[in-house]
Every structure is written in structure tokens, then in C-alpha cells.
């Protein structure tokens, strides 16, 4: 019998893919806190990687940007390990389920900027790269988008259809948009409609992601309860998520947007990666977001777990 992912022990949670991993973290009724950070950054800690500090900070599932597929790369994590085995170990060393972000880029956009933001093939949304990063031990993929790609909804729908094809039922999907990236006129609440979030019900999405209220101008708590109500009438599940740099604001912020998000109906909880740095949020917004969404037993409990367990 599947258990709630809110009580699982790493050894546990290890064995927990597709249906399992999703039926899990349903059972835990709201109380799931994703962190997203880079690993192809130095890390906050230096010889401590960005992904295990957000664990430490009672993170449930660990989601990392910028990670490419064909050059897998996540600083701090020891140098002796093999780059095909970076996702594996470090699930075993956080005890956590391990995800990686995928970006739809709609294939008429012009590129705007030059930075390190900038999509390579390793970390375009395709069937193709879906596999590898099973194969890499990720269990979950998020098709968004990274500031100024050029991620549209079309192109999530896209990618959604093919790396449901590639992957089947052995993943969780999880897609939507945090904010505009790179398409200015889908700001606001053209961000993601109830068209949208049909759209990517019926292409294979499992978990719709949607701007956290007050994380984008126009985006309240009704708005987004309204999108969240449909997806659950819709049979999947809605992530709130942190993608504006709010994710190093104060801690009274933080618990704001926790609690707001929460009143909305989210049954998952995203905290991005650039707060004080870039890389990853604040750490004590990590551990006070998870907090204000279930209190200190569940953080505490989440955070001493032993990973040999």
C-alpha cells in the first residue's frame, strides 16, 4: 500500500516512481514543498551542493535547473563520481525523489540574451532527453521556462505529448509557467488560462504548474483557486510556484505567499533558485515556507530523517 510521501523514509521514497510517486504525494493533502536550485553554479556552500542544503532545510523533492542532459553537472557533489550517476547519488545521498527542469522554447522565438539563462539541446523539452534523465535516475520532469527563452504554452503542450509518448506512465509530468519567459505578451493572467490547463490535461501533464499569488502582477489567490479547482475537476493535481526572485524576500513574505497558495488548493509547493543568490532561495525561506504549509513536527521530522533509513 502506497504510503504518504509526507511520512516516507528515504528508503522508501526510493522505490517510488509514476503512479506510486504521484498517489503519494496526493495522500499528503497539500503538505509538499519542492526546492529548485542549479547545480551548474558554485553553490552556496562550496563543497556542499546547492541541492543538499535545500534538503537540509526539509525540501521534499529536489528540482534542479539548468541541468543538461548531455553535460550533467551539479557542483559540490563529489568529483569522483561519474556525471551519468550525479542524479542517482544524489538522491541516495538526500534521501529525496529528484526532478529536473525541461524548457518548451516555441520554435519561432529570437533569442534576446547571451547569458548563462540561454538554452543548449541538453535541457530543450524533448522525448529524447526525457529518457536519458530516467535512465540518470530522475524521476519527475517540469517543462517551464528559464527568463528570456521564450517558452510558450503551445510549445508545453508540444513537449508534453512527445515526452508522454517517450517516457509513458514512469515519470511524473509537471508543466506550466511561473512567469512570461521571454513571452511578454502572456503576462498577467495570460500567463496560464483554463484553456491552457485543458490543454495540458489532455496531452499527459500529471501536476499543472501555476504562478503562486502574489508572485505576479495580476495573479491573485482567486484567480488561481479558480485554475486549481479545474485542474482538480480535471483529475490532476497543481503546483504553486516561486519563479520571480521573491524567493529571497523576508520571511513574512514567504509565509504570505505559503499560506495564500495553500488557501488556493495547492497540493504541491515550488520555492525557486535565486533568493540571496543565484543558485538557490534563501535557505531559512526553504525551511520557513515549510513551516507555515505544515508546521515544525513535519519540517523537523523531514529535516532529522535519517537518510540511512
Known amino acids: ?12 521514497i526510493s522505490q517510488l516512481q509514476g503512479q506510486d510517486l504521484l498517489d503519494s504525494l496526493r495522500m499528503s493533502e497539500g503538505r509538499i514543498l519542492m526546492a529548485e536550485t ?8 562550496v563543497s556542499v551542493s546547492n541541492a543538499e542544503l535545500a534538503a537540509s532545510q526539509s525540501a521534499d ?8 542532459a548531455d553535460q550533467p553537472e551539479i557542483n559540490g557533489m563529489p568529483t569522483d563520481i561519474e556525471a551519468d550517476n550525479l542524479l542517482k547519488e544524489l538522491a541516495r545521498f538526500t534521501g529525496r525523489a529528484v526532478g529536473v527542469n525541461l524548457e518548451a522554447v516555441a520554435p519561432d522565438y529570437q533569442p534576446s540574451h547571451q547569458d548563462f539563462w540561454q538554452v543548449s ?88 504548474l501555476l504562478p503562486a499569488p502574489g508572485t505576479i502582477a495580476g495573479i491573485s489567490q482567486d484567480y488561481v483557486a479558480e485554475l486549481i479547482d479545474y485542474a482538480h475537476e480535471l483529475g490532476i493535481m497543481a503546483m504553486t510556484a516561486i519563479g520571480t526572485s521573491q524567493e529571497g524576500a ?18 504541491l509547493h515550488h520555492i525557486g533558485d535565486t533568493g540571496c543568490a543565484i543558485g ?30
Open 121 to 208: 539541446s541538453g535541457r530543450l523539452a524533448t522525448g529524447e532527453n526525457a529518457q536519458k534523465l530516467y535512465q540518470m535516475g530522475a524521476r519527475f520532469i517540469t517543462i517551464t521556462g528559464n527568463p528570456g527563452n521564450g517558452v510558450s504554452n503551445e510549445a508545453i503542450s508540444n513537449s508534453l505529448r512527445s515526452i508522454r509518448q517517450a517516457v509513458g506512465k514512469q515519470m511524473v509530468l509537471i508543466a506550466g509557467k511561473m512567469h512570461a519567459a521571454g513571452i511578454l505578451r502572456s503576462g498577467s493572467e495570460k500567463i496560464i488560462t483554463k484553456a491552457d490547463v485543458k490543454e495540458f490535461a489532455d496531452n499527459g501533464v500529471d501536476i499543472v
Open 280 to 309: 538557490i532561495a534563501a535557505p531559512e525561506n526553504i525551511r520557513e515556507y515549510s513551516i507555515a504549509i505544515r508546521g515544525v513536527r513535519h519540517t523537523y521530522a523531514r529535516m532529522a530523517r535519517s537518510v540511512c533509513r
Open 250 to 267: 523576508s520571511v513574512e513574505t514567504i509565509r504570505q505567499i505559503a499560506l495564500m497558495s495553500k488557501m488556493a488548493g495547492a497540493d
Open 38 to 45: 542549479i547545480g551548474a553554479l558554485q553553490p552556496m556552500l
Open 61 to 68: 523533492l529536489l528540482l534542479l535547473n539548468l541541468f543538461d
Open 1 to 12: 500500500m502506497t504510503k504518504r510521501y509526507l511520512d516516507c523514509s528515504a528508503s522508501e
